[in-house]
């Protein structure tokens, strides 16, 4: 049986990047005899400048958005990080075990930071630290695969790191994790700026597909995504036809194909915009419908949250008292 973790930080509202690269492959893991643990992370979201009444809700909204994805709380263990003090205990011993200089190597860190310093607001130390957090999360539970978009590949790579090391240091403590990626649309693109992650924290939302967008945005939004100049048709190119490469992964993702023979298909951008915004609106129309019945009844979504906080909790204490013990901390 494999252990599986994976978490969304509720910064914003989750995108169509959020479902392909990462939400469609928990669902999937979800069918399996696994033990899979997702996680809505509400601390990580505080690494950055936040408005607290925000948060509340849009940590709602995610558990909720990943319960009408098809996450079932029969199958798998949904919860909110912040409800299970264990990822805090066991980041403080991994900051014991991480470098300065390993952090601040960090693209994410360096990103978000030059963002924080250009908006003029300091850069939160937690946004330094935000990584090793992130390795708590996984290290906590035993987790075996971390199912993630592109972007989050050098995290877990830092978070194999960690274990190792303890490992060495301390005795055999913690399982190495690994991340898995899906085939295609690992990295979704800025419909806007297809040189850029599609991300939902981004100021302009004229280049990102909501979840909850309505049905007419998501066709707005895909029928304006900046195509590539060049009159060579529609080829499959990502380094020099990144806005077109860009629509055949989210195409190719939606409706099984590959990318590439996809392109063979097409005489033109309009027509190719078009089956994307039909693909993307059938791909999400039911995550939609099942959001408005759930959000109808949230206190069945907390009730599901508090149950998966309980199994987390238990999963988690005994493998992170382990590491206090093991790094020579006396027993309580
Ligand atoms: P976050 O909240 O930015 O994103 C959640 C998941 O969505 C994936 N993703 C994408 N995949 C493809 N294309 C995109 N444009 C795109 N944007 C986001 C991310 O790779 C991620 O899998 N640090 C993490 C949250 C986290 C976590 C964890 C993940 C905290 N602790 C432990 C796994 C395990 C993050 O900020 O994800």
Redesign the pocket.
């Known amino acids: 049986m494999t252990r599986i ?7 914003g509202h ?10 469609r492959q928990w669902v999937a893991a979800d069918q399996e005899p696994d033990e899979a643990l997702f ?1 809505v ?1 509400d601390l ?1 979201a505080l690494t950055v400048e936040h408005e607290p009444a925000r948060l509340r809700r849009l940590s709602r909204q995610a558990a909720t958005l990943l319960l009408a994805s098809g996450l079932d709380p029969e199958r798998c263990t949904l919860f909110v ?1 912040s409800h299970v003090d264990e990822h805090t205990r066991l980041a403080y011993l991994l900051e014991c075990t991480a470098t300065d200089g390993e952090l601040r190597r960090m693209i ?1 860190y360096k990103e978000k930071a030059a963002n924080a310093q250009a908006a003029g607001d300091g850069v939160r130390l937690s946004l330094l630290t ?2 090793v ?3 708590a ?2 290290l906590a539970y035993g ?1 075996q695969e ?7 590949r050098q ?2 790579e830092l ?1 194999r790191d960690l274990a190792v090391r303890f490992n060495q240091r301390y005795g055999h403590t913690f399982t190495v994790p690994r991340a898995t990626h ?1 085939a295609v ?6 419909l806007q700026d297809p040189t850029s ?4 924290s981004h100021e302009s939302g004229a280049g990102i597909v909501y979840l909850l967008d309505e049905p007419e945005v998501v066709r707005k939004k895909v029928m304006r995504a900046v195509t590539d100049s060049g009159d060579g048709g529609v080829v499959y190119d990502r380094e020099a036809r990144p806005g077109v490469a860009n629509l055949l992964d989210v195409l190719a993702a939606c409706t099984g194909g590959e990318p590439g023979e996809l392109a063979g298909g097409y005489q033109g951008y309009g027509s190719l915009k078009r089956d994307v915004a039909d693909a993307v609106v059938e791909l999400l129309r039911p995550v939609r419908e099942r959001h408005a019945e759930l959000a109808a009844d949230p206190a069945e979504v907390e009730r599901v949250l508090r149950a998966g906080a309980g199994r987390a909790r238990e999963l988690a204490r005994p493998v992170v008292d382990r590491a206090y013990a093991a790094i020579g901390l006396l027993g309580r």
Do not use: W
Request: with cysteine; charged share 15%.
């Open positions: 973790f994976s978490g969304v930080k509720p910064t989750l995108t169509l990047g959020n479902y392909l690269g990462a939400v996680c992370v990580h990080q994410q935000y990584p957090l992130m390795a999360d996984i987790t971390v199912p993630v978009g592109e972007d989050q995290h877990v978070t899906p649309a690992a990295r979704v693109m800025d992650k599609m991300g939902k």
